[in-house]
């Protein structure tokens, strides 16, 4: 396997614009990509070190639950990265909320419940005219510049991530360098393939509407989504429950808007395998040759392949386009070469395969050598299970994924995971010199994880539910 050389450049001092490099990293490194990889690890350390020390000033007293772990563990400054470590949160904080105020639409309250986890000011929301989860989220991303970002709910309630407007713009317009090439100008819109929902609010469904805005451009000729409507949280919340409940009619109680929109839900599902054939169909027809950059799950591809396989289309794009498969099995069980089914539909060399995650605005492609790179505005850290103690930085160490977002502002950007991961901290073979989570991630059998999107199976069971319950 070929490696791709890290450019040489000479970089910032570390003491350089300290709130340049957490908020607007990649302006930091001069619009370079490469470069973001390639600064000394202990250069590195000590830029993530005083952006850490940015963030902890700026938030400990303006966050009450940071306040709270702060002076329990006597920590009014933070004097090396692993200091942090006490102050991860974990996620179970983003769903803290009595889970009846969900069931029973007090998003009032749920307003001032996500106040006590953000610096932005929600006092001036007016949540009377919210009859859904789907219409209180609505309600931020329009009056302010949070873009809450929903888990799957599958354990019964929904956790909720305050992302920015702002951190998603960032991401992209990185995540455009990795996959569109440089000659192509910055205005100008590309190809984005979306087998989904055209929009949603769920950790992926948001990357939807970040890959319109700066991979797209807006362009509607541009974007091409498997369905055009949104991806309900009401819906995903619904399947959640029903599977809880085990699907039995009766059990759960079926919120107004959902019985509102039955017949488009309803219709939408008997639907489901043909229009993913048209929609396989059509882009084979429309968009064979081109350039195209898609980003999905992993049963979600396999799907889409299948439908082009077996109506006999293969290499249908441009074979410099960017496949980016994420989010694991979900449970589903596919074959052992579905990425190369993938690839020989796509006509792409391989797919890159991503590591990425509702709670971090990062979405870290797969080096040429298998490894996932943390970026280098995410401080990553490796607990001991058992403890929850930070491990050295060096050499390969495993356990318990940890991380702090820098480019958090108004919320606290650190988190402890359910993954179990391997992290290495020694100069990668393919140029980078950024920590990389090596291949093999696994989760803690005890984690009550979030995930971005429910499976499809899910959503199947809760729209059975929805077509038999009484309406």
Do not use: N
Not at 352 to 366: N, P, T
């Amino acid at each position: 396997m070929t490696t791709t050389p890290v450019r040489p450049r000479t970089p910032h001092h570390p003491g350089d614009d300290v709130r340049q490099f957490a908020d607007d990293p990649l302006r930091w490194f001069g619009g370079d990509r490469a470069a973001m990889h390639q600064l000394p690890a202990p250069d590195l350390a000590a830029l993530q070190l005083a952006a850490l020390r940015l963030r902890f000033t700026e938030l400990v007293d303006r966050l009450p639950v940071v306040g709270a772990l702060a002076q329990e563990q006597r920590l009014d400054r933070i004097g090396a990265l692993d200091d942090a470590a006490p102050l991860l949160l974990p996620h179970t904080v983003y769903k803290s909320y009595p889970a009846s105020l969900l069931s029973q639409g007090r998003f009032d309250q749920l307003t001032r419940w996500m106040s006590q986890l953000t610096t932005v000011d929600l006092s001036g929301l007016d949540t009377d005219g919210c009859d859904s989860v789907d219409a209180w989220l609505a309600l931020i991303d329009d009056r302010t510049r949070l873009r809450p970002a929903h888990s799957s709910g599958t354990s019964g309630t929904m956790s909720f991530v305050p992302h920015t407007a702002e951190q998603y713009c960032l991401l992209y317009e990185i995540v455009r360098r990795d996959t569109v090439p440089p000659d192509v100008s910055p205005g100008e819109p590309v190809h984005v393939v979306w087998p989904s929902y055209r929009s949603g609010r769920s950790g992926i469904a948001r990357h939807a509407t970040a890959m319109s805005e700066q991979l797209a451009r807006h362009s509607a000729d541009h974007f091409h989504s498997l369905d055009p409507g949104h991806l309900s949280a009401d819906l995903m919340l619904l399947a959640a429950r029903v599977k809880a409940a085990g699907g039995r009619p009766g059990r759960v109680e079926v919120p107004a808007a959902l019985r509102e929109q039955r017949d488009h839900h309803l219709a939408a599902r008997r639907s489901a395998p043909q229009a993913m054939r048209r929609f396989t169909a059509d882009l084979a027809e429309r968009l064979r040759g081109e350039r195209v950059v898609s980003l999905s799950l992993w049963q979600t591809y396999y799907e889409w392949a299948r439908a082009g396989l077996d109506q006999g289309l293969d290499s249908v794009f441009a074979p410099d386009s960017v496949l980016m498969p994420g989010g694991g099995t979900k449970g589903s069980v596919l074959p052992e070469d579905w990425t190369a089914q993938v690839a020989r539909f796509a006509g792409v060399p391989s797919v890159r395969l991503c590591y990425a995650m509702v709670e971090l605005i990062m979405l870290s492609l797969v080096c040429p050598v298998g490894a996932y790179h943390v970026e280098p505005w995410i401080v990553p850290y490796v607990l001991d299970p058992d403890t929850g103690r930070p491990l050295p930085r060096q050499g390969t160490v495993r356990g318990r994924a940890a991380f702090f977002d820098l480019t958090a502002d108004v919320y606290w950007g650190g988190f402890v995971t359910g993954d179990h991961v391997a992290v290495s901290y020694a100069p990668c073979p393919c140029g980078r010199t950024t920590a990389r989570v090596e291949p093999g991630i696994s989760r803690f059998e005890d984690d009550d994880k979030i995930t971005c999107a429910a499976t499809p199976e899910a959503l199947d069971d809760a729209l059975e539910y929805l077509a038999d319950a009484t309406l």
